[in-house]
């Protein structure tokens, strides 16, 4: 038997005037999450633990069986996982984003991802940073496009994490201005100067482009202690997606990282390349996490357009083929589901229970379903508690304690 966890990042949204009042997975042609919800066992998943924020560390940790509750403290070390830059007793790991600001009086938040930065573009830019930004002991390391790291030992345990796509659009001066912040604020400002006097902006803007004209820390985070996917179900695994704290996650889960070229994601991603590397993972491996980001991203930027699209082609572009390749490798069982709502409404995440379909090809399912989508989940009224409960549903029970 193999094992799949398909994720369509964000994809979870509320009704949408433009639509009818459908939601956008509602609307999107998606005949392959149809019938995998018509196959299937389709209901709902809690996959933020009370008293968590939805991101997608916790959410996703909450897809692949496991309970972020008093394990997971931030997603930075995830992603220093996935970089290889080790995180030591005492460190945190704070992602940095890239981002762009109206630096004028209200200092509103525009972009939170500096227009998707390349990151070719976005390598410069950390290398300056790093080389000019007052870090003492701390060190800055380039991840992918906008998404970037700080390791900062002894760091401040008090710093609030400040997402910076949960103010998209909003001021965000009174982070600036509040003492509780300015360990962090501190840095945020002296990237300014450094920033505008990049080559790398100054071409950006030339262009008509949003500048990377600041720093965002957030995301901090100590080392967690998990169980691997071997100590629980003697699994072997893989992940396949573009930005790093799938793959740092997958790293403590004991899941190899597959690197997959041209993967970005974004809505260009190389969808193609990304199931290929799942098949071949597959014939080899027991199970392999696939995860799109566009979804997400298109959700953040308030482009219903753009969302449909990312949804339409996780449908036809990864699901599809999968599961047409999947009929080459054998018996097989299957989870899809996005890990957290993103309301174009509010163009941030928000923790509602997600959709989510169990598809075993050995026992095909008739429970009345007819679509992958938010209200025939909540029709099913079948709601997982948390991640651990939504883990035995997949892969089954966990191995006998020795």
């Not at 995180?87 to 940095?96: K, M």
């Not at 001021?171 to 400002?189: E, T, W």
Request: aromatic share 6%.
């Amino acid at each position: 038997m193999k094992y799949l966890i398909l994720i369509g990042d964000g994809m979870g949204d509320y009704p949408n005037p433009r639509l009818g009042d459908l939601t956008p997975l509602e609307a999107a042609k998606t005949p392959n999450l149809d019938r995998l919800a018509q196959k299937g066992l389709l209901g709902r998943v809690v996959t933020t633990p009370e008293g968590l924020a939805p991101g997608s560390d916790v959410a996703i940790m909450s897809l692949m069986g496991y309970n972020a509750k008093g394990v997971l403290t931030g997603r930075g070390p995830l992603e220093a996982a996935a970089l290889k830059v080790p995180v030591n007793p005492g460190d945190l790991a704070f992602r940095v984003n890239l981002v762009t600001l109206d630096l004028g009086p209200e200092k509103i938040m525009l972009n939170h991802a500096a227009g998707d930065i390349s990151s070719p573009e976005a390598g410069e830019l950390i290398k300056d940073l790093a080389a000019q930004l007052p870090l003492g002991p701390k060190t800055l390391h380039q991840g992918v496009s906008y998404r970037n790291l700080l390791i900062w030992p002894n760091a401040p345990t008090d710093l609030p994490s400040l997402p910076p796509h949960d103010f998209r659009d909003q001021s965000v001066l009174k982070f600036l201005d509040d003492p509780a912040c300015a360990p962090i604020m501190d840095l945020v400002k002296a990237s300014w100067p450094i920033l505008a006097a990049s080559p790398v902006n100054q071409k950006r803007q030339a262009q008509g482009l949003p500048p990377a004209n600041s720093i965002w820390l957030w995301g901090q985070g100590q080392v967690p202690k998990i169980k691997t996917y071997q100590e629980r179900w003697n699994l072997t695994g893989a992940t396949v997606s573009a930005v790093d704290i799938i793959k740092g996650l997958g790293l403590y889960v004991g899941l190899e990282p597959i690197n997959v070229p041209g993967a970005t994601g974004l809505l260009d991603t190389n969808y193609a390349g990304k199931v290929a590397a799942s098949l071949k993972a597959l014939k080899t491996l027991d199970s392999v996490v696939v995860h799109l980001e566009a979804p997400d991203e298109t959700s953040h930027q308030g482009n219903l357009k753009d969302k449909l699209a990312a949804i339409e082609n996780f449908d036809q572009l990864i699901v599809g083929p999968i599961l047409e390749g999947l009929t080459q490798i054998g018996d097989y069982r299957l989870l899809v589901a996005c890990d957290h709502y993103t309301p174009l409404s509010l163009r941030t995440h928000s923790a509602d229970p997600v959709p989510f379909a169990i598809y075993d090809s050995q026992n095909e399912l008739d429970l009345g379903a007819t679509g992958f989508n938010e209200p025939q989940a909540l029709a099913t009224g079948r709601l997982v508690p948390d991640g651990p409960s939504l883990g035995q549903l997949l892969f089954g029970p966990e191995k006998a304690k020795s």
